[in-house]
């Protein structure tokens, strides 16, 4: 046993044969794969296959209906709630895997929506001041106020959502921390998002009205602290005493004259002339400016308020005092007389202009030669302040276009008197240079038609849809599938046809599947096949030519594939032999 191993062991290992590249080149490998007879004989089919496949596809992509997003980020429960209800209305929904967004179809998405508002779905999220029901035990004082903040929130975006034009809102409050310092106080802010409904708007006293809301709602807060923005981003609320300023208060209060002006000529000219027949616009010019002047006016004639002074005089014969003391002191004086007093100084008898008598006051002391008085008048006053309120109409300017009648026109006399009705219907003043026109001409001829378009209707995309789907499929089978099949129904009867010719003469044109297609091709206007005689070993040994001696052993072989394949194993086990 040693010794018969001993050689093996010495002798070198044959080697070992190197391994065919598979992927060396791909494109041959695919090139020999696809020249395999199998192959070849079931790429129409696979290609059939492939085409039908196709156009399945293209008519399910086409033919379904575009998505439309119904709700987003909804709970499992709330899911699950929604896709029951939809389904039991016949409506189909579908969640989106990657975002869990629940789509319906475009054509539905109205009817889901009434449907699931109907019955209340999805339900949401516990919100408000039920909040602070789920707090629980032990919590800290932060959290405590957080949940306070956001339960406030919730309730004035509630309060905010129950006006007719808001869809949806949200309302964000900056609340800070409490301070000792009176430094660092600071008042708390608000922020309100309003999303209002399709073609709705809110007006500026809507507008202040949440504005006062939410300052009301929160200790501290001041009405210009709140700022509300619509789902556009467009600033709704305005920095001022009453929410607007002069400029918005200027232009909205032109807007209403002139809207009510115009008003009052639809209603005049409607009777008259027939509603859609005539069109009116006016333009006022308001001065909007306030004026405000003092005047103070003083009477010429004064008042004697207070005299102080004195005076002196001068008498020729003065009467010294005299009488008895006793009884006969109580005893009345003799009458006086009147004597005209003496100018002191050189004056005049006249008293001075200043000391004529006044009426209701004391006559004039004939015997006083001087004096000297300081008086006080009380000055009649009168203060007057006059303001003028804002509003007054400066220029007014009115066009009033009428619909000419089917009959003809309008006469001159007729438009002069609707111009006097309009002039008398706006308060037409000269003196403002107020101007009023009224013409009258053909109006264009405008589509009053109600009815949508045509392309506006909605059975339109889906007949579009359907349209295409089919013609694709349509295109698909008349060009790629019938050629196919075609090819194959008349592939399958030149192998047929092949199989009934005798070998040596499908062999003789050019050798095997070729001579037999050749030959039907050639054969393709008759309606008989010529069919040669055998080929016998006598035809095959007077043959000189070499070329022709080949198609004979061929067209033999093929005829007596037993004799063949008995001479081939005798010329192998020849060789073999020798």
């Known amino acids: 046993m040693s010794t018969a191993l001993t050689p093996a062991s010495t002798n070198p290992a044959p080697a070992l044969p190197p391994l065919p590249e598979k992927f060396a080149n791909p494109l041959r490998q695919i090139k020999a794969v696809m020249a395999q007879p199998a192959v070849r004989r079931s790429a129409p089919m696979a290609l059939l296959i492939g085409l039908i496949a196709a156009a399945a596809l293209a008519w399910m992509a086409l033919s379904s209906p575009p998505q439309k997003t119904l709700f987003e980020n909804l709970s499992d429960a709330d899911k699950q709630a929604v896709t029951s209800a939809l389904s039991a209305a016949s409506i189909k929904s579908r969640i989106n895997d990657g975002t869990g967004a629940l789509t319906v179809n475009e054509e539905d998405y109205s009817k889901a929506r009434m449907l699931l508002a109907g019955q209340g779905l999805p339900k949401q999220a516990p919100g408000g001041y039920a909040i602070l029901d789920q707090l629980p035990m032990g919590v800290s004082r932060a959290v405590e106020g957080e949940r306070l903040r956001q339960a406030r929130e919730s309730e004035l975006a509630r309060s905010i959502e129950e006006i007719d034009a808001v869809a949806e809102a949200r309302v964000h409050l900056a609340m800070p921390e409490a301070s000792v ?218 066009a009033v276009l009428l619909r000419d009648p089917a009959t003809g026109k309008r006469t001159q006399m007729e438009i002069n008197q609707i111009s006097d009705l309009v002039k008398s219907a706006v308060g037409f003043d000269q003196q403002r240079n107020d101007n009023v026109t009224v013409i009258s001409r053909k109006f264009a001829d405008a589509n009053v038609d109600d009815k949508p378009a045509w392309y506006d209707n909605s059975w339109l995309p889906i007949l579009a849809r359907n349209g295409t789907a089919l013609i694709i499929a349509l295109l698909v089978l008349l060009l790629g599938v019938r050629p196919l099949v075609k090819a194959m129904t008349r592939k399958k009867e030149s192998d047929e046809a092949a199989r009934a010719l005798p070998m040596g003469a499908a062999d003789g044109v050019e050798g095997g599947e070729a001579s037999a297609a050749s030959g039907l091709q050639g054969q393709a206007g008759s309606d008989q096949i010529e069919v040669q005689p055998p080929v016998t070993l006598d035809e095959i040994e007077g043959t000189n030519n070499f070329d022709d001696r080949i198609v004979k052993v061929r067209g033999f072989t093929r005829d007596n594939p037993a004799r063949a394949a008995l001479a081939i194993r005798d010329m192998i086990r020849s060789e073999v032999q020798s």
């Open 181 to 398: 310092f009176v430094r660092d106080h600071a008042s708390p802010s608000a922020s309100v998002v309003v999303k209002l409904n399709a073609g709705r708007s809110l007006s500026d006293a809507q507008v202040q009205s949440i504005v006062n809301l939410v300052a009301s709602s929160v200790p501290g807060m001041k009405p210009e602290d709140v700022t509300v923005v619509d789902q556009m981003g467009g600033l709704l609320s305005k920095k001022g005493a009453d929410g607007a300023s002069g400029d918005d208060r200027r232009i909205d209060f032109q807007r209403r004259l002139e809207e009510k002006y115009r008003t009052q000529l639809i209603q005049l000219l409607t009777p008259l002339v027939g509603a859609g027949n005539f069109t009116a616009e006016v333009q006022a010019e308001v001065n909007l400016d306030e004026t405000s002047a003092t005047r103070e006016s003083y009477d010429k004639e004064g008042v004697l308020r207070a005299e102080t002074g004195n005076w002196t005089g001068n008498q020729k014969d003065p009467t010294p005092p005299g009488g008895i003391p006793g009884a006969l002191s109580n005893t009345p004086p003799p009458a006086s007389t009147l004597q005209q007093p003496q100018p002191a100084n050189g004056a005049s008898g006249n008293p001075p202009a200043d000391q004529k008598p006044v009426a209701g006051g004391p006559g004039v002391n004939p015997e006083k030669q001087s004096d000297s008085f300081q008086r006080a008048y009380d000055l009649g006053k009168e203060v007057s302040v006059t303001r003028a309120a804002p509003g007054a109409i400066k220029r007014l300017t009115v």
